[in-house]
């Protein structure tokens, strides 16, 4: 059964970053068959785009799905101010709150077109079970690939860390609970619908010797690793003081910097230090409004890439985003590469890059992020005869400078998961108001 997705702005980001502005896409089952443009090739059903846009599912690499639930608080604090109020409000959370919440983040995410989510949940309250098994149930009913992990932290207030004790868990059971769920959830190989991921939280709530063994038991099972690291000064000031080192020198120090590691913000980089993410093959999300949100800076992001580092986007949690629309960071990461370094630190297609095959690339998954035959059939159509679009002759650009967008069509694995815009297996206001109900245990 194939189907031609056809008379569209193919955007293939492929090695040559080849465009077919009258394109079409065909799909056999869950993969990419040809994309071209001229005579199209035979197929079961035809789907005619009107002169939309097409790209591939867009990817994000960082998030936290439970700050759903906690949204526009502690409005005008930095990261560490910020987390102090959030933590206590972030330890009621179970499955079924989790539920919810990762509902509402995917469906945001998947209405702004993305295919895969990556989700670094690191809170887990003694004797609540099945949190992390929630998100995914939620990633599945929705239809969108999900990375999850099984984050952790064990340095408590008590032991100069910065979360509360009653958040923090014993080195054993973090292990043990990482191994259980990647037996139980991780798929390998190409069109995984569901993966794990192994993710301490951050240098100021986790032990050396957990992101020691954290990295070992992830190499041994062969899955990637994932951190916090270089997001505000008051970390660097932090890990001055307790470890004598930046952040990233202590990463380093412990083994992490390699090329099954990506870090989320990396914003507090010196030269030197990009450099050294750019040799040993460390990645990078990418978080602009969670960090200008916070005060935190901007991410060096064209020094990152001119050094060859993998560089991706991610909403990051939505209390310090407060909205899961990975196309909306696509214009953010543009704007703020210019703020920080002119108007040709970055062009719209490279910003386009860091949510496709970027975000693949961080993630370590060749079977997404591009549109060419082989890979998982996951594209994003935008419609191009509205308002936002009228008067532009590139399409691409005036898709990227004038978002956000709601996507018109989302495909991944061959299957729609949003379809007119509105999403397909499931009701976006029952979502929203399940939501509701669960978010009021967490008010303020």
């Not at 031609?4 to 090695?15: E, F, K, P």
């Not at 769920?181 to 794990?196: D, F, K, M, T, W």
């Not at 509105?422 to 029952?430: H, I, K, N, Q, T």
């Amino acid at each position: 059964m194939t189907t031609l997705y056809a008379n569209g702005w193919v955007v293939t980001m492929d090695d040559a970053g080849r465009e077919h502005p009258a394109g079409w896409v065909l799909v056999d089952g869950a993969e990419i068959a040809a994309v071209g443009d001229g005579p199209e090739p035979e197929h079961s059903t035809r789907v005619d785009l009107g002169g939309a846009v097409v790209t591939p599912g867009l990817v994000n690499t960082h998030h936290h799905l439970c700050q759903t639930l906690t949204r526009a608080r502690a409005q005008q604090a930095d990261l560490f101010t910020w987390l102090r109020e959030l933590y206590p409000v972030w330890a009621g959370i179970d499955a079924e709150a989790e539920y919810a919440a990762a509902r509402t983040g995917l469906a945001e995410l998947a209405l702004s077109g993305c295919s895969t989510v990556f989700d670094h949940h690191y809170v887990f309250p003694s004797g609540r079970e099945g949190i992390l098994e929630a998100e995914v149930q939620a990633a599945r009913e929705l239809g969108v690939r999900i990375v999850a992990s099984r984050g952790s932290m064990d340095l408590g207030v008590s032991d100069g860390g910065l979360p509360p004790d009653e958040l923090v868990e014993e080195i054993d059971l973090v292990l043990a609970e990482t191994e259980r769920l990647h037996g139980a959830l991780h798929e390998p190989g190409p069109g995984a619908r569901v993966q794990i991921a192994v993710a301490p939280c951050s240098p100021f709530s986790v032990t050396g010797r957990l992101m020691e063994e954290s990295a070992a038991l992830a190499r041994r099972l062969g899955l990637p690793l994932h951190t916090h690291l270089a997001e505000t000064v008051e970390e660097e000031a932090y890990c001055r003081e307790l470890y004598g080192c930046t952040p990233v020198e202590y990463l380093d120090r412990l083994g992490w910097l390699e090329g099954d590691v990506w870090c989320a913000h990396c914003v507090h980089l010196s030269e030197g230090e990009v450099a050294r993410f750019g040799a040993t093959g460390t990645g990078v999300a990418h978080c602009p409004t969670s960090n200008l949100r916070l005060g935190a800076g901007i991410a060096p992001v064209r020094q990152l890439r001119d050094a060859g580092v993998r560089v991706g986007l991610g909403v990051d949690g939505s209390a310090s985003n407060e909205r899961s629309d990975l196309f909306a960071e696509v214009k953010q990461a543009l704007l703020v590469a210019r703020g920080r370094g002119g108007s040709e630190a970055m062009t719209v297609r490279e910003a386009l890059e860091l949510a496709t095959r970027g975000g693949a690339e961080v993630l370590r998954r060749d079977d997404i992020g591009s549109l060419e035959p082989g890979k998982q059939a996951d594209l994003a159509v935008w419609r191009s005869d509205g308002l936002s679009l009228g008067g532009a002759d590139d399409l691409v650009a005036g898709l990227v400078l004038s978002a956000p967008h709601r996507v018109d069509r989302l495909v991944v694995g061959g299957d729609d998961v949003v379809r007119g815009g509105a999403l397909v297996r499931a009701d976006e206001a029952e979502i929203a108001r399940a939501h509701r109900i669960e978010a009021r245990r967490f008010a303020a």
